[in-house]
């Protein structure tokens, strides 16, 4: 409708479609009544809904089942391995263990055995000469063994002397930077304890060696078949060794039993 025009307003035109009419073009029911058209349309939403809750269901993290042997495994790594390797170590033969032992301890092993062949021949299992020819390569044995501890009893006592003239110096020079009791580090507390630890290895190494020296005098005499003052050097030597063999003894066993105590 145009404002600015004289003519009156034109009336509604009323609709020449009748509602039977309308039923006709629009089909069998009425517009605004809900279709049948309609039902697909919600049963393919109800598919689609399904197909998304079995999609979420496949997403949802599925539990593991984990055997307690697993979890052990894996709490303690490489407890497979180290099993293992010791099960290979307690499998191997005696043969192979004295094959690969150091030839000290197979020095110490043949003495041994030599040594209760002749202590066997004096309670008469076996012949006498058997016996002596034994206990005469026992007592080789014995002396080389004793050499040869005495050379590694040196070895080690230079290397703890060594270790200590370190820890001395470190210890003098911190010293003359005018540290006192109070503002004493925690460097110099640790190498306090090392250095007296040291010394009680050295004493006990300085108590081997002595050992070793009687040992060494006693067992001459019997290679060498040295007749002055046999019987006395024999004796004095023998109790000498079997006392600080003794301390020895009971320095190893007391230090363990305090261990297991504390």
């Known amino acids: 409708m145009n404002p600015l025009s004289s003519h009156p307003p034109r009336s509604p035109r ?36 399904e197909a998304e809750a079995e999609e979420l269901h496949e997403l949802k993290p599925v539990p593991i089942q984990v055997r307690k042997e697993e979890v052990a495994q894996q709490s303690v790594p490489y407890s497979a391995e180290v099993s293992t390797e010791k099960s290979k170590k307690m499998s191997r033969p005696f043969l192979h263990t004295l094959l690969y032992a150091p030839p000290p301890v197979l020095l110490e092993l043949i003495h041994a055995f030599s040594d209760d062949a002749a ?54 020079s911190e ?35 002595a050992k070793l020296v009687m040992d060494l005098i006693f067992v001459s005499y019997d290679i060498f078949k040295i007749r002055r003052f046999n019987e006395s050097v024999k004796t004095f030597t023998g109790l000498t060794a079997a006392i600080l063999s003794s301390l020895k003894l009971y320095h190893g066993q007391h230090n363990v039993i305090l261990k297991k105590l504390m």
């Open 175 to 209: 010293s003359m930077t005018g540290t006192t009791a109070k503002s004493k580090p925690k460097g110099t507390k640790l190498d306090e304890k090392e250095l007296s630890r040291l010394r009680k290895q050295d004493y006990w190494l300085q108590i081997s060696r």
């Open 119 to 172: 202590t066997l021949s004096l309670l008469g299992l076996f012949g006498k000469k058997f016996g002596d020819r034994a206990g005469r390569f026992s007592d080789w044995c014995w002396l080389i063994a004793t050499l040869v501890g005495l050379v590694e009893n040196g070895v080690e006592r230079q290397m703890i002397g060594n270790l200590q003239h370190d820890i001395e110096t470190r210890l003098y």
């Open 14 to 49: 009323p609709s020449t479609v009748s509602s039977s009419s309308a039923i006709n073009i629009y089909g069998s029911q009425n517009i605004y009544e809900p279709s049948e058209a309609t039902v697909p349309a919600e049963a393919d939403k109800e598919e689609m809904d």
